[in-house]
């Protein structure tokens, strides 16, 4: 069995998603201490519980201390199977990170799945679900597997209530290189709001049209219907040749449309004044699949230690080796063999 200890580098939710993923893909049962340690609420919060369950559900998998806010957890994997599955939240926590710790699995699977999923699509501290269609799948997907995500309703915090289908054709995992994004195709800004005034939609749009140069006919506003919400979110988006970017900016209180809208417009500017194939949260994403297929290689700006993080977990279940090695441009070469 391997332990992890959860309050070690990053010390969030994403150990307890990578082990559980990587238990059931490797057969090797896990636990893990001091979970989310350093997080300001420490332990597993319902969205990590609702990804855990999801693990023993596809896997049969059997799970030790699986409540909220328990601090250890040791997880024992079965064998994977797929078929049509429906996992709901229960509250605002994120469908995108319960869909991350099922999905390398079930790529593996010898037959199509299908997921439905229940909660936040839209939510801070989370990849909005147009990050995970636009950015990550279009990479697994050339990976060899046919992941297609649609969002039936979105989720907003606190309500939550958003839901997403997924359907999976597993095949093997080739090993990829994203070394060079390609030419530029085009830009775009969509202020998403729902039970919210159309002025704070309209003043974050008007920040990003200053502070990038973005047109009217690049950057737009989007009311989606009253019960969807309230919410508010920005999503700045880069469409390259090999690759694409989504930076967004989430609406919450105490935080004006412009503070939020100056944040995303500096770090779409970062992307875009470097040359690196993969933005912060899609190297986060690309080490699993890598890992699983063997190994790979991509060019980002500077790693998070989120990645980090992520990097040590893998090489516990896999042995693969991640390296973040610094290029004279500024970027960095991240390879795992």
């Known amino acids: 069995m391997i332990t992890i200890d959860g309050s070690e580098g990053e010390g969030g939710g994403q150990v307890v998603r990578n082990a559980c993923a990587l238990s059931l893909v490797t057969g090797e049962a896990v636990r893990i201490t001091d979970v989310r340690a350093r997080r300001s ?77 229940e909660g936040g699509t839209h939510n801070f ?45 597993p095949a093997p995992l080739r090993q ?48 989606l219907p009253e019960d969807q919400g309230p919410g508010n979110i920005l999503l700045l988006e880069a469409r390259f040749e090999q690759a694409t970017e989504v930076v967004s900016g989430f609406g919450r209180l105490g935080v004006t449309a412009e503070s939020l809208a100056r944040q995303a417009c500096a770090r779409m500017r970062g992307y875009l004044a470097c040359d690196a194939f993969a933005g912060p949260y899609l190297a986060d994403q690309l080490l699993l699949p890598m890992a699983v297929a063997g190994g790979g290689a991509f060019t980002t700006v500077k790693p998070s230690e989120h990645a980090r993080t992520a990097a040590a977990v893998i090489e516990r279940f896999t042995g693969k080796r991640t390296s973040f090695v610094q290029q004279e441009g500024g970027e960095h070469l991240v390879t795992v063999a």
């Not at 636009?134 to 209530?161: C, E, Q, S, W």
């Not at 002025?199 to 973005?214: N, P, Q, Y």
Request: charge should be neutral.
């Open 41 to 117: 609420k420490p332990g597993l919060m319902r969205q990590h519980v609702t990804a855990i369950e999801a693990a023993c559900a596809i896997g049969g998998g059997e799970c030790e201390g699986l409540t909220v806010g328990s601090s250890e957890v040791t997880f024992r994997p079965g064998r994977v199977t797929p078929g049509e599955y429906r996992f709901a939240v229960g509250t605002a926590g994120s469908t995108g990170l319960v869909l991350q710790t099922v999905l390398m699995p079930l790529l593996l699977a010898g037959a199509p799945s299908r997921l439905m999923l």
């Open 125 to 169: 501290g989370a990849p909005p679900f147009d990050f995970i269609d636009r950015v990550f799948l279009p990479i697994t997907n050339r990976m060899g597997p046919r992941v297609d995500a649609k969002l039936v309703r979105h989720g907003f915090y606190p309500r939550g209530a958003g839901r997403i289908e997924v359907e999976i054709e």
């Open 176 to 223: 990829i290189e994203g070394l060079a994004r390609g030419a530029a195709l085009g830009v775009s800004a969509c202020a998403l709001f729902a039970g919210l005034p159309f002025s704070i939609a309209e003043r974050e749009i008007a920040v990003v049209r200053k502070d990038l140069g973005w047109s009217e006919r690049e950057s737009y506003v989007r009311e």
